[in-house]
């Protein structure tokens, strides 16, 4: 089993930054890859950035150029650096780890607030 604590959401203005992370625990090992997603009031939840234990990275259209997904593997943490926060980008940000430890499952983490507005 894998466990995810995210952590850095808040209040920022718009066109501020923000630095929020994901803390993974247990089955480590396992974790193919991990992802961000967020999910704001009235829409469903959507991908905003993956990486996997390669290193390759994806992004959806509205947040390229301005979000940069990370990992340290020595910390066992996925990051995601937010930049030129719009209020669009408003929504609760949840982590998502794939993993294999035997059968292919997935886990999420409690998720964390982030709310952009002056």
């Known amino acids: 089993q894998v466990q995810l604590v995210e952590s850095g959401g808040g209040l920022v203005q718009p066109g501020g930054s923000l630095r929020l992370s994901c803390a993974a625990s247990g089955s480590i090992f396992s974790i193919y890859a991990m992802g961000w997603y967020r999910q704001a009031p009235g829409r469903q939840r959507e991908l905003v950035a993956s990486i996997t234990n390669a290193g390759m990275t994806n992004y959806v259209h509205a947040v390229k150029g301005r979000f940069t997904v990370s990992r340290d593997n020595a910390k066992n943490t996925m990051y995601l650096e937010m930049n030129s926060l719009k209020p669009e980008d408003t929504a609760v940000y949840y982590c998502?780890?794939?993993?294999?430890?035997?059968?292919?499952?997935?886990?999420w983490g409690q998720g964390t607030q982030v709310t952009v507005s002056s």
């Open positions: 998502k780890a794939y993993y294999n430890s035997g059968s292919h499952s997935s886990t």
